[in-house]
C-alpha cells in the first residue's frame, strides 16, 4: 500500500516537474523569437551570450568544444586499448597505420586469455565483486539507517568512528589485519575480502555507509511515522518501506561496490599473495611480471604491447558490459539521490 | 527523551485518572526503550565490524609500531624499542619517508586544486540541457569505472597521460627555468600526467552533478527575472550554494591521494617489517589527519564568513 502511494506520488512530481520544464522551455523559445525580430546591437549580444548561461550561442560552441575535448581524452585510451589488441605483426611494425588495423588479428587475445588463467581468475573475480557488492548493499543500507533514523547509546562516538574510517588509509590496518586472518587461517582465500563486508566495513564500506546515511535523512519523516502509529517495528519499516524507495542509492552503491571490489589489486595481493587462484586485477600484475621475465631471458615475444593490452581489455570488459546495462539507473540515481546531502 | 515525555508528578486525589496516565507513560517509556534496542540491534553488526576490523587492528598497529616484531611458527614475538622506529623514520634515516613523501605531497598540492576545478566545470556544464547530454554523461562516468584499478598504470605506461600540446610548447623547459628545483619537478610531472589529473576527477565530477541538483531551479528563475547574467549568476549563486560540496570533494581527494595503493609511501608498508612499517603507517596518517583537519578548518571559515549573507 505505502509504496505503491509512494510510487504515484513520485511519478506525480516528475511529471509535474517535466511540464514545469517544458513550460519554460517553450517561453524562453518565444522570448527569443522577440529577440531575434529586431536588429538592433542587444539582439545580436543576446543571440552569442544568452540571456541564460546555457543559452548563447557563442556558449554553446565552447561548450561542445570543451565536452567533446574531455570525451575524447577519456576514450582515447580505450580507443588505443582496442585497436592495439587486434594489430597482428605487420601492422604493428608499419608506421602508416596508427589506429585502424589492416587486419583484425585475434592472437594476442587468445594468449592473454591463456596467460590471464581467465576462466577461473574471471570466475573468483566475479564472485568476490559480486559477493561484496550484495552483502555491501545490504549492511551498508542498514548501518546507514541506524545512523540516519535511528537511536542507540553512544551514537555520537559511533559516527566519529564512521568518519575516522572513511579517512583512515587502509595500511595503517593492513598488517594486523593479515597477521589476524592468517590466526583465522583466512590467508590466501578470499574470505578477508568478503568477511568485513558483511558488516559494513571491507573495502570504501564507510563511504558507503555514509551515502545510505545521506540518502535516508533526506527521505521525509513521514512515513516512517505513518507506518509506526500503524504499528510496524523498525526492522518492518526498514524493509518494507524504506528499502524499495531507495532503488537509486542501491544502483549506485552496488556499482561502486562491484567495480572498485573488481579493480581493486592492493587487499587481494596482500591478502592472497600465496594463491595459485588470483583475482584478475592481480592477474594483470603477475602477467607483467612474467612479460618482464620473458623480456629479460632473450623475448621470445616481440610485442609486449598488444598482449598487455589485450589483458586488460578482457579484465575491463565485464565492467563496461554492467555499466552498459546499468549505466540509465546509475545517472538517474546520482541525480535523484542524495549521493551527497 | 522519555523524561520530556513523562507527565508531571500525579496529585493524590485523581487516584483513577493517575494510574492510566502512569500506564500511558510507562507505554512510552517502553517505547522508547525498545526504539533505543531497535536501533542497538541495526547498528550492531557494524559497531561488531568496527571493533574487528578496524579498532583492534589499529591499536594493534600502534603496539607494533613501538615493537620489534618476529613473526616464529609458535606465534608472534615482541620486544619493545620505545620510540627507536618513529625516530629513525623522521630523524635518522631521511629515505625511507622524506624522499618520496615531499615530492608526492607537492604533486598533491598542485593535483587537488586542478582536480575541484576541472570536475566542477565538468559537472555544471553536463548539468546544462543540450543535444547529446546523455551520451557525454555516459563517457563522463567512464573514469569511476577505469580510474580505480591496475588498468590506469598500464595506461600511464603506454604514454597515454601526456598531451602532446604540453610537449610541443615545452612547458617543462619554461618551468625548470622560472621555478625552484623543487616544485618545477612535480608541476611537471603533474602537466606530464595531466591527463591522469582528469581521470582521477570521475567520482567528483559525480559529488559535484548531484551536489548541483540541491539548488533549488527557482532561484535561478529569480535571478533571471532581476536580470541577472550569467556570469553574476554563477559566481552569486552557483558557486556558493556549491561550497559544502567543494569541501565534500577536497575531503574525499585528499583521503583518495592518499589511500591510492600506487602512492609512494603506502607501497613501502610491507610485512618484511612490522614495526618500521606500522611505525610508518602511523606517521602517514598523522599526516593525513592534519591535511584532512587543515582542510576542514578552512571549511568551518568559509562557512562562517558565508552564513550571514546566505
Not at chain 1, 502511494?5 to 518565444?30: C, M
Not at chain 2, 611537471?188 to 539548488?215: D, E, H, K, P
Amino acid at each position: 500500500m505505502i509504496r505503491s502511494s509512494l510510487g504515484r506520488l513520485g511519478l506525480f512530481k516528475t511529471k509535474a516537474e517535466e511540464a514545469a520544464s517544458g513550460q519554460r522551455l517553450t517561453a524562453s523559445h518565444r522570448a527569443a523569437g522577440r529577440r531575434r525580430s529586431d536588429f538592433s546591437l542587444r539582439a545580436v549580444r543576446s543571440r552569442l551570450f544568452g540571456l541564460e548561461a546555457d543559452k548563447g550561442l557563442l556558449f554553446r560552441i565552447i561548450l561542445y568544444i570543451l565536452l567533446i575535448d574531455v570525451a575524447f581524452i577519456y576514450l582515447k585510451p580505450v580507443i588505443y586499448m582496442v585497436t592495439t589488441m587486434v594489430k597482428a605483426a605487420p601492422d604493428l611494425l608499419d608506421p602508416a597505420v596508427i589506429w585502424v588495423p589492416t587486419a583484425i588479428y585475434g592472437g594476442h587475445l587468445a594468449e592473454a586469455l591463456q596467460m590471464l588463467n581467465y576462466a577461473r581468475s574471471f570466475g573468483i573475480s566475479l564472485s568476490v565483486a559480486t559477493l561484496s557488492a550484495v552483502f555491501q548493499v545490504f549492511s551498508c543500507a542498514v548501518a546507514g539507517y541506524a545512523f540516519a533514523r535511528l537511536e542507540f547509546p553512544l551514537k555520537k562516538l559511533w559516527f566519529g568512528a564512521l568518519l575516522f574510517t572513511f579517512i583512515m588509509p587502509p595500511q595503517v590496518t593492513i598488517l594486523p589485519s593479515i597477521l589476524l586472518f592468517k590466526e583465522l587461517g583466512w590467508i590466501n582465500t578470499f574470505l578477508p575480502m568478503i568477511v568485513p563486508t558483511l558488516f559494513g566495513h571491507g573495502l570504501k564500506g564507510a563511504l558507503f555507509v555514509l551515502i545510505f546515511r545521506q540518502f535516508f535523512s533526506t527521505l521525509p519523516k513521514e512515513m516512517e511515522e505513518a507506518a509506526r502509529i500503524d504499528g510496524a517495528g523498525s526492522l518492518r519499516i526498514f524493509f518494507r518501506v524504506m528499502l524499495p524507495i531507495s532503488r537509486s542509492a542501491i544502483v549506485v552503491v552496488f556499482l561502486f561496490s562491484f567495480v572498485w571490489a573488481w579493480n581493486d589489486a592492493y587487499f587481494p595481493s596482500m591478502y592472497m599473495f600465496g594463491a595459485q587462484d588470483v583475482p584478475l586485477s592481480v592477474g594483470l600484475s603477475k602477467l607483467n611480471a612474467q612479460l618482464a621475465m620473458e623480456a629479460q631471458e632473450g623475448g621470445l615475444r616481440a610485442f609486449l604491447e598488444p598482449v598487455k593490452m589485450a589483458a586488460s581489455f578482457l579484465i575491463i570488459l565485464p565492467l563496461l558490459v554492467l555499466y552498459a546495462f546499468t549505466q540509465r539507473w546509475f545517472v538517474e540515481g546520482v541525480e535523484r539521490t542524495g549521493l551527497v546531502e | 527523551m522519555s523524561i520530556e515525555l513523562e507527565p508531571a508528578r500525579p496529585l493524590p486525589k485523581q487516584n483513577g485518572g493517575n494510574r492510566k496516565l502512569g500506564l500511558a507513560a510507562r507505554i512510552r517509556r517502553n517505547a522508547a526503550l525498545q526504539r533505543k534496542l531497535e536501533g542497538s540491534l541495526f547498528i550492531a553488526p557494524w559497531v561488531f565490524g568496527f571493533l574487528v576490523f578496524v579498532a583492534f587492528p589499529l591499536v594493534y598497529s600502534l603496539y607494533m609500531s613501538f615493537h620489534q616484531v618476529r613473526i616464529t611458527v609458535t606465534g608472534v614475538q615482541t620486544t619493545p624499542v620505545g620510540l627507536a622506529y618513529y625516530r629513525e623514520i623522521l630523524f635518522a634515516d631521511g629515505g625511507l619517508l622524506y624522499d618520496d613523501l615531499m615530492p608526492f605531497l607537492r604533486e598533491a598540492l598542485v593535483m587537488i586544486p586542478i582536480i575541484l576545478v576541472f570536475s566542477l566545470m565538468i559537472a555544471i556544464l553536463l548539468n546544462m540541457k543540450f543535444a547529446g547530454r546523455t551520451m557525454f554523461r555516459v563517457i563522463f562516468f567512464l573514469p569511476v569505472i577505469f580510474a580505480s584499478g591496475q588498468i590506469i598504470t598500464e595506461f600511464m605506461n603506454q604514454g597515454e597521460g601526456s598531451l602532446g600540446v604540453i610537449s610541443s610548447l615545452r612547458i617543462d623547459y619554461m618551468l625548470a627555468r622560472y621555478l625552484p628545483a623543487s616544485w618545477a619537478g612535480p608541476i611537471s610531472n603533474v602537466i606530464g600526467s595531466f591527463v591522469l589529473v582528469l581521470w582521477y576527477s570521475g567520482v567528483q565530477i559525480l559529488i559535484f552533478l548531484a551536489g548541483r541538483q540541491t539548488i533549488a531551479r527557482s532561484v535561478y528563475e529569480a535571478a533571471r527575472i532581476d536580470g541577472a547574467d550569467p556570469w553574476s549568476t554563477f559566481w552569486k549563486i552557483t558557486l556558493p550554494g556549491m561550497v559544502p560540496f567543494i569541501f565534500l570533494n577536497l575531503i574525499y581527494t585528499i583521503v583518495d591521494l592518499f589511500t591510492y595503493p600506487s602512492n609512494p609511501i603506502i607501497s613501502k608498508v610491507t610485512t618484511e617489517n612490522y614495526g618500521v612499517s606500522s611505525a610508518l603507517a602511523w606517521i602517514y596518517f598523522m599526516i593525513v589527519l592534519l591535511f584532512v583537519g587543515l582542510a576542514l578548518l578552512i571549511y568551518s571559515r568559509v562557512n562562517r564568513s558565508l552564513s550571514p549573507t546566505r
